[in-house]
């Protein structure tokens, strides 16, 4: 006998929602240490996740992961993002001189980088440009500050679409003496080589960020996987 539709989505959801889809997760160290109770379904998605969770299947009661250098706030905004789709601590408008999202933004997207959830990356990129786009009192666009670019290149490799994104807002600066002091090596390397390049393209002054657009970046991230 065929079985009734409703009945499958109803043992479905008991097979989500009962304890054992539950894992421990504590992110941070003590005292600044935080635990999180997840959904071994929703996190799934991320292929760090999948990896450990199918390394404890023997133990299905005592699943616990340990995130010790992670951030807290930042595993616990991605977890928010993973189940609502939105991010609380974005819903503030920027209005003062500088993005305070940037950093929150970048943080979040390097931590997807580590938990290989490409959703989520490109979800995150898409965040940063659009808050790039933002405009500040001036009518100008916000663009990440130095110690951001510094801390972008230290938690990604090279060629990243979040990089490339930097190398390309940042063509659209003007460079003074103290930024390029303040910005790292690699960056400068990868901002000169770029503008090497657009000089040899046809359409050198569009080459960069305002031009290109999120999705660009965007379509980088699903090309990484
Ligand atoms: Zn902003």
């Given at each position: 006998m065929a079985t009734d539709q409703s009945e499958v989505l109803v043992r479905k959801a008991a097979i989500r929602f009962n304890n054992a889809s539950l894992v421990t997760i504590f992110a941070g160290q003590v005292p600044h240490q935080e635990k999180f109770m997840v959904h071994d379904w929703i996190i799934q998605r991320s292929e760090f996740f999948q990896r450990v969770l199918d390394g404890q299947?023997?133990?299905?009661?005592?699943?616990?992961?340990?995130?010790?250098?992670?951030?807290?706030?930042?595993?616990?905004?991605?977890?928010?993002?993973?189940?609502?789709?939105?991010?609380?601590?974005?819903?503030?408008?920027?209005?003062?001189?500088?993005?305070?999202?940037?950093?929150?933004?970048?943080?979040?997207?390097?931590?997807?980088?580590?938990?290989?959830?490409?959703?989520?990356?490109?979800?995150?990129?898409?965040?940063?440009?659009?808050?790039?786009?933002?405009?500040?009192?001036?009518?100008?666009?916000?663009?990440?500050?130095?110690?951001?670019?510094?801390?972008?290149?230290?938690?990604?490799?090279?060629?990243d679409p979040i990089r490339v994104l930097m190398v390309d807002v940042w063509k659209t600066c003007r460079m003074t003496t103290e930024r390029v002091h303040n910005l790292p090596k690699d960056f400068l390397k990868d901002l000169i080589a770029s503008c090497q390049d657009s000089i040899t393209t046809t359409y050198p002054y569009q080459d960069n960020f305002f031009h290109k657009g999120a999705k660009y970046y965007m379509d980088k991230v699903a090309g990484s996987d």
């Open positions: 299947r023997a133990e299905v009661d005592k699943r616990v992961i340990e995130l010790p250098v992670d951030d807290p706030i930042t595993v616990q905004n991605y977890f928010e993002f993973i189940y609502t789709d939105e991010l609380s601590v974005l819903s503030e408008k920027c209005t003062g001189e500088r993005c305070t999202h940037f950093r929150t933004i970048a943080e979040l997207y390097m931590f997807a980088d580590k938990l290989q959830d490409l959703r989520c990356k490109k979800a995150f990129i898409q965040k940063l440009c659009s808050h790039i786009l933002e405009r500040k009192r001036d009518g100008k666009s916000f663009i990440p500050e130095c110690f951001l670019v510094g801390k972008i290149y230290k938690g990604t490799v090279e060629g």
